[in-house]
């Protein structure tokens, strides 16, 4: 239980009159769910768990009036930090906000609430041949609410565009307890002024997000993925561009990791043939679709090799389902292993390292960029 004095007098119980028992959620049963990826993110110790939009509404004006800070959180996978809170606020979960509202195939949409995952989005878009047109490694947990608030990359970006490209309508709770609502699931929207843009990338500090409607793409199919070695960045650019030329070719998602990042990562998870390939200066994780894929990856690899732009060869992996759910990689120097598990798992092991190393900090050298913008770190 949360001590009376951090909360005005009668706030507790206004909420748990609001919310029901079910929708409120105090000390030890707060401090019992997983923290995420922060562990200062459950300190508040007192959460709403509201079952609507309107609830949420109502949740935020007892709160103004309360003067009771508010955080909210989705699958607290977050880490920038920003669902972190302190003794004396309320933590808004949506998990109970998990409703798939409306997939509409022929318009390629799709209406949820915050709260769903995006696994589970994912799962249910399948049947009929989409996808999102985002995947990050915490898909398990992360929640669309979740990932318009940070406006989310992944390693679709590159082809498909951050959250922000795939959001088409919002609906958000503001603090005043009014509801915003442009759930617009027109792609050519044009009318007014776009005011849901407002709120990507806001980590819920203008209000909460409590609908999301969803710009949908088709499932790309059966894909290729590999990961090469490369000595320099302009060689692993060249590669990538390669890959965009190549008629039969369409390139999926990309992602660019420096040697170390990626060393560092294979080493903590315990990946030891991955951890034990040839130092590069970059790994380049790339995925493709397209009719004859294996054959003409194969070619231009070679021809990349030949100009001495790869380091041991390329490492190829196994075709089918491979970028969501980890390809083994089937030949090349590092002869199995795993890899798009290893570009999941990279942030806890990135943890895990900096808090064994002495000086308890990132070592600056890992890093991941975008391979459209070399200078912008990603995430
Ligand atoms: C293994 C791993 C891999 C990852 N890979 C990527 C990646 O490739 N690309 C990437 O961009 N990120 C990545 N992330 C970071 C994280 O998954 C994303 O930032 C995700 O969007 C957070 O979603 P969440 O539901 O967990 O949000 P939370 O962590 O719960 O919250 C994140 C922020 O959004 C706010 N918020 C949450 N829900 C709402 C809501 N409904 N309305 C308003 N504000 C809200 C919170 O207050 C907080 O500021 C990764 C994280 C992990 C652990």
């Known amino acids: 239980m949360p001590s009376d004095h951090l909360y005005p007098d009668g706030f507790v119980e206004s909420l748990l009159g609001l919310l029901g028992e079910k929708g409120v959620r105090q ?45 909210p959180q989705g699958g607290r996978t977050g880490l920038a930090g920003g669902a972190v ?11 109970r906000m998990n409703h798939i509202q409306r997939i509409d195939p022929p318009a390629r949409t799709a209406v949820v609430e915050a709260g769903v995952t995006l696994q589970r989005l994912q799962e249910a878009l ?28 992944g390693i679709d970006a590159f082809r498909y565009g951050t959250m922000r490209e795939r959001v088409l309508g919002l609906e958000v709770a503001l603090a005043d307890g009014r509801l915003l609502e442009q759930l617009s699931r027109v792609r050519k ?28 793409v088709p499932d790309p199919g059966a894909q ?30 990309a992602e660019l990791m420096s ?14 043939q991955l951890a034990a390939t040839a130092p590069a200066a970059f790994a380049v994780l790339l995925v493709v679709s397209g009719a004859d894929g294996q054959s003409s990856l194969e070619a231009l690899l070679a021809e990349a090799s030949e100009r001495g732009e790869l380091i041991d060869g390329p490492v190829l992996a196994n075709a089918p389902q491979i ?10 120097p590092a002869a199995s292993g795993t890899m798009c598990p290893c570009r999941s798992m990279r942030s806890p092991a990135i943890s895990r390292r900096s808090a064994s190393a002495s000086a308890g900090t990132i070592p600056a050298s890992i890093s991941m960029w975008s391979v459209t913008s070399p200078t912008a770190t990603s995430t």
């Not at 809170?85 to 998990?95: C, F, P």
């Not at 047109?133 to 406006?151: K, P």
């Not at 929207?189 to 969803?214: P, S, Y």
Request: aromatic content about 2%; glycine content about 12%.
């Open 27 to 71: 000390g030890e049963a707060v401090l019992a769910l997983d923290p995420g990826a922060h562990p200062q993110n459950l300190r508040a110790r007192l959460m709403a768990r509201p079952s609507s939009a309107a609830e949420v509404a109502r949740v935020l004006e007892l709160c103004r009036e309360a003067r009771v800070g508010v955080v």
């Open 85 to 95: 809170t302190r003794e004396g606020q309320l933590i808004v979960s949506l998990d």
């Open 126 to 153: 399948r049947p009929h041949g989409l996808v999102p047109g985002i995947d990050l490694g915490a898909r398990g947990s992360a929640t669309i609410g979740g990932m318009v608030s940070t406006n989310a990359g």
């Open 189 to 216: 929207d044009n009318a007014g002024l776009a005011l849901r843009q407002l709120f990507i990338g806001a980590e819920g500090t203008l209000g909460i997000v409590t609908r999301v409607a969803l710009a949908l």
């Open 224 to 253: 290729q993925a590999l990961l090469i070695l490369t000595d320099g960045l302009g060689a692993a650019v060249r590669v990538l561009r390669a890959v965009e030329a190549t008629p039969r070719l369409a390139l999926a998602a």
């Open 259 to 272: 040697g170390n990042h990626f060393t560092v990562t294979a080493r903590a998870l315990g990946l030891a």
């Open 323 to 332: 970028a969501r759910t980890g390809p083994s990689i089937a030949s090349g």
